[in-house]
């Protein structure tokens, strides 16, 4: 019985043994596994790591040359910035003074429109005075007018010494001034000394004789190089004659004869005639 003890005991110690060789070979091969996986995955990871170190470089490359270009044209826009914020200060300028200009001239046209209300409501005013004082004046135009139709019809007729013709004479000066006012004639009034010759108007009169006592005279008129004898003539009557290239009816009126041998009249001349460049009106 003890040789069968003895004989089992070492196949037992040896298939113990196998086991762990075993054991110990699959966990070698095991771990050449492991290990070579792990290498190749950091062979991989080395590759992938240089990779991006390269494309880091290049990133870095490009964001240099992006940090340029982006220097360059914030200069440029720094420049038409500059640019532009002078143009808009001019043009702000620019709209300031033309607003100013604006408010001064709508202050200007307030002040106008505020004048010329004032000088509508003057003007109205005057206005309405001087429709009150036109028809004031109509009224003393009419009345003058009347006051004038009664001296003219107040006035004398008589008859000329040429051809009979009747004509409206004055008698003094204030009917003088009536046949004036009725404004159909020129009217020139002289004073004559005896022997004296003196322009009237555009003839000239020369007194020939005077005789107070029967208010009479003698006188000669000079007209367009000829001369009309007036002879023993009468206060207030009316002497015609004809005078002027067209010959137009001129008439001598003698009002008064005075004791110094003097007379004086007026000369009428109707409005057509010629005038004298300076008158004795």
Known sequence: MSDEIVEETPRTYSGALLAA??????????GLIWSYTLSSKLTTQQQELADAKAANVKLDAQLRET???????????KTSLGLTQKQLDMRAAELQQRESRVEASTQKLATAETATAAAVTA???????????????????????TDLASAVAQLTTMKGDLDGHSTLIARNASELETLKHKGDRNYYSFTLAKGEKKPVG???????????????????????????EKKDKNLNEPLQFYAGKDPMLYELVVNTVSAKNTITGYLSTPKGAPVPVTTGQ
């Open 202 to 228: 555009t003839v000239s009169l020369e007194l020939k004789k005077a005789d107070a006592k029967k208010s009479k005279f003698t006188l000669v008129v000079y007209a367009d190089d000829k001369q009309y």
């Open 21 to 30: 060789i075993a054991v110990a070979l699959l966990l070698g091969l095991g």
């Open 123 to 145: 003007v109205a005013t005057d206005v309405t005075g001087v429709k009150t004082d036109v028809g004031g004046v109509k009224t003393d135009v009419a009345k003058t007018q």
């Open 67 to 77: 940090d340029e270009r982006l220097g360059v044209a914030t200069d440029e826009l």
